[in-house]
C-alpha cells in the first residue's frame, strides 16, 4: 500500500516513524508540509517534500 502525509512537523515525523515501523506493508511516497501547501512550483503544483529523514 502506497501513503502520503500531511504535515511533517514535530508529530508528523512520529507518525512516519511509527508507520515504517509497525506496518511494513504501507510505503510512503510523498509527505507534504502544511505550510507548503500554499506554495507552488513554476507550473502551479503544490511544493512537496519526497525525502523522509
Do not use: F, Q, W
Not at 508528523?12 to 505550510?35: D, F
Not at 507550473?43 to 519526497?50: A, D, Q, S
Amino acid at each position: 500500500m502506497k501513503a502520503g502525509v500531511i504535515g511533517a512537523g514535530r508529530i508528523g515525523k512520529v507518525h512516519i516513524k511509527n508507520i515504517s515501523m509497525y506496518i511494513p506493508e504501507v510505503e510512503i511516497k510523498t509527505v507534504l508540509m502544511a505550510a507548503a501547501a500554499t506554495k507552488s512550483d513554476e507550473e502551479g503544483r503544490p511544493v512537496k517534500i519526497t525525502e523522509v529523514e
